[in-house]
């Protein structure tokens, strides 16, 4: 029993193994190609005129490559929809025809043009930055220039202000020369005046004294 269920087991692996074989290989064989965009095609059911039309395929139609017949110059394939049928291989593409690619292409155009727009606005953000930037460079060359000044201004004014204080300095000191000079002219003067004064008391006291007496007529 146990044997006839390994056989079982062993069965099922290998059909599975050969499933999935069969399927990577027609994964493999299997290739996209396109109707070619110069009108409609039959898909017949064989590898002739002779055989019956399956379906028309239109220009530009997706096709899944099953194989291609070289003598018959006819291809197998399948549709989208899993329909397969015999078409003639001169009328395949391996890459979209411009009728497919259009929509894209006019995409791609309508981009470029996009990014042409907004490479020109950009250009244009550009120029305004430079301008502003240029802007800048001169009220920043200005604001040095003033601040320059304005050290070399401060600078000026500290030096007429110790000027000034030492002028102050200096006039005090003259002031207070000025002051005592006066003062001791005072004192000059009021010493003359009272030697004066005490000059003119002795001159008064003794000037009588010299004066020769007058002789008695007796």
Partial sequence: ??????????TVLATACLLLAAITLSAQAAEERWVTDRGEFTLRSGKSTSNK???????????ELL?????????????????EGWVLSRYLLSSPPALVRLPELE?????????????????????????????????????????????????????LRKRLSESESVISELEEENRVLASKANREWFIVGAAVL???????????RLKPKKKSSW
Avoid: C, F, H, W
């Fill in 67 to 83: 194989k291609a017949d070289a003598d018959s110059g006819y291809s197998k394939v399948r549709l989208t929809d899993g329909t």
């Fill in 198 to 208: 005490v000059l003119g008391i002795v001159l008064g006291l003794i000037v009588p």
């Fill in 53 to 63: 039309i399956v379906k028309m395929l239109k220009s530009g139609t997706r096709l």
């Fill in 107 to 159: 995409k791609d155009v309508g981009r470029v043009a996009e990014l042409s727009d907004e490479r020109q606005r950009l250009q244009s953000e550009v120029r305004q930055l430079q301008s502003a930037n240029s802007g800048l460079e001169s009220e920043l060359a200005r604001i040095k220039k003033v601040s320059a000044n304005a050290v070399k201004l401060d600078s000026d004014n500290t030096t």
């Fill in 1 to 10: 029993m146990k044997i006839g269920v390994k056989i079982i087991n062993k």
